[in-house]
C-alpha cells in the first residue's frame, strides 16, 4: 500500500464523527476494505443501534495476537475554538490534525493496514492476528467488556493496544479504575421544622468525613504508578434554601495499582456505608460505574521486550519501558480465560482530547512499520516450543 492511501485511511476515519456513539459506520468502512479479501474472518459484534464491535481475524494455526484499537472519540467541544475543523483530517506539513488523530485513529487506522499489508502481500503467519475493534472505550470499555465476555479473547497470546503512548514508550503496566457514586435519600420538610424533616446532605457529609480515613489506609506505593488516589470530583444536593433536603449526591473517582484488587476497595465503601446506614434516619446508597482493574504487567515480558527491540529498530529511538495513569480496553481484554500479556504502544501526540489534535504522519506511517514486525517477531516466539538451556 502506497503512504499516500495509507494517510487517505486515516483522513476517512477521522471524517466519521464517531463521538461515543456511531462506531457503526467506522466498523462498516474498516470492514469493507477487507472485502478483496476473503479469507479473513470479519466479524460485527453489535452493543446497541449503531454501535458494532468489530472483529477481524486472519492467518494460520498457532499462537494468536491480538491488536486492539477503539471507534468512538471524545467531543470535540467547541469547534469554534479549533485552528483546523476536527472531523476533517486537515494536513499542514508533518501534522495530521483532527478529534482521533492522536486518540486513537491513527492507532486504529495502523493496525488496520497491518492486517491488509499482510493479505496483500500473502505473508504466511505463524499463527493469527486478530484485530479488535471496539465500541465505547471512552465511556467504560464496555464494547471490550462485551467482546470479552463473548470469548473473542479467549486464545489470546498477547495483546497490543494501539493507543497513543507515543511509539517511544511500550505501557506494561496501568492503574485500574473506580469511578462511585452515593446517594443521601432525606425527607423534605419546610426548614423551620427541621425536626420532622431528615437532611439529605448532613447524612451525606457523615459520608465525606469517614471516607478520608478509610481510603488513607492504603499505603503501599507502587515503584512504577505511585501510590492509590481517591477524588471527590462532583457533589449536588438540595431542592432549594427554605427547605430540608431530600436529596444529595456525591461522585468520585479512584485510580487503583496492582497492590489493591478492586475488591478490596469495594468492601471497604460498602463495610463504611452498611455502618452508616445504622444511625437513625440515615439513606445513602453506593454504585459504581464501569470500573477496571490495575494491570501489574512484566516489564521482562517477551512481548514488551520485544515492542522495545522493534521500536528502537524502526525509528531508531531509545523506547522507554513505562507504566500509564489510565486504563485502558486491555484491563477488559485479561479478564478472558487465557494468561497473556497487554501492552500499548502507538502513534500520537499530547494533544489528545484537546483542540488541534494532531499525529505525527511519520510516526503514523511508521507506527505500521513497528506493528508489522512486532506482530511477525511475537507470533514466530510464540509458535517455538521453549527453548532449553542447562
Ligand atoms: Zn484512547
Keep these: 500500500m502506497t ?6 485511511i486515516l483522513q476517512h476515519l477521522i471524517q466519521i464523527p464517531s463521538v461515543n456513539d ?26 446497541a443501534p449503531g454501535r458494532d464491535n468489530l472483529v477481524v481475524t486472519i492467518g494460520n494455526a498457532g499462537p494468536q495476537l491480538g491488536l486492539c484499537g477503539h471507534m468512538d472519540v471524545v467531543a470535540a467541544g467547541d469547534e469554534g475554538a479549533w485552528q483546523h475543523a476536527p472531523f476533517a483530517g486537515e494536513i499542514v506539513g508533518d501534522q495530521l490534525f483532527g478529534r482521533g488523530a492522536s486518540d486513537m485513529k491513527s492507532g486504529l487506522a495502523a493496525i488496520v493496514i497491518t492486517l491488509l499489508e499482510f493479505l496483500e502481500q500473502g505473508t504466511q503467519l505463524p499463527g493469527s492476528i486478530r484485530l479488535l475493534a471496539t465500541v465505547g472505550e471512552e465511556t467504560g470499555e464496555y464494547g471490550a467488556a462485551q467482546l470479552t465476555a463473548a470469548g473473542y479473547a479467549d486464545d489470546l497470546a498477547g495483546l497490543i493496544i494501539a493507543e497513543p503512548s507515543g511509539l517511544d514508550n511500550v505501557v506494561y503496566t496501568a492503574r485500574g479504575v473506580i469511578d462511585y457514586k452515593v446517594v ?9 421544622q427541621p425536626e420532622k424533616g431528615i437532611n439529605a446532605i448532613d447524612n451525606l457529609m457523615k459520608f465525606y468525613n469517614a471516607v478520608g480515613p478509610v481510603m488513607a489506609k492504603y499505603t503501599q506505593t507502587d515503584p512504577v504508578l505511585g501510590g492509590l488516589l481517591h477524588n471527590v470530583d462532583l457533589i449536588s444536593g438540595g431542592e432549594q434554601v427554605n427547605s430540608i433536603p431530600a436529596q444529595a449526591e456525591l ?11 478492586n475488591q478490596v476497595i469495594y ?11 445504622q444511625e437513625p434516619g440515615v439513606q445513602l446508597d453506593l454504585s459504581y460505574s464501569y470500573p477496571e482493574e490495575a ?13 522495545k527491540q522493534v521500536s528502537d529498530q524502526v525509528c531508531g529511538h531509545d523506547t522507554q519501558i ?3 495513569g489510565g486504563a485502558n480496553d486491555g484491563a477488559e481484554f485479561l479478564q478472558a480465560k487465557s494468561d497473556f500479556t497487554s501492552i500499548e504502544i502507538g502513534p500520537g501526540s499530547n494533544t489528545s482530547h484537546q483542540v488541534d489534535e494532531y499525529v505525527s504522519i511519520k510516526e503514523y506511517l511508521q507506527a505500521i512499520e513497528v506493528y508489522e514486525a512486532l506482530s511477525l517477531a511475537f507470533l514466530k516466539k510464540a509458535a517455538q516450543p521453549e527453548q532449553v538451556h542447562d
Design 3 to 8: 503512504p499516500q492511501a495509507k494517510i487517505e
Design 22 to 47: 456511531h462506531e457503526a459506520q467506522v466498523a462498516d468502512y474498516i470492514a469493507s476494505l477487507f472485502e478483496p479479501y476473503p479469507q479473513a474472518k470479519v466479524e460485527k459484534v453489535t452493543y
Design 184 to 192: 443521601s435519600t432525606g425527607k423534605a420538610v419546610h426548614s423551620a
Design 251 to 261: 461522585m468520585a473517582n479512584m485510580r487503583t495499582i496492582p497492590a489493591y484488587p
Design 267 to 277: 468492601d471497604d465503601l460498602e463495610a463504611l456505608i452498611a455502618q452508616l446506614n
Design 295 to 307: 494491570i501489574p504487567g512484566d516489564p521482562h515480558a517477551p512481548l514488551v521486550q520485544l515492542a
Design 322 to 324: 513505562v507504566g500509564s
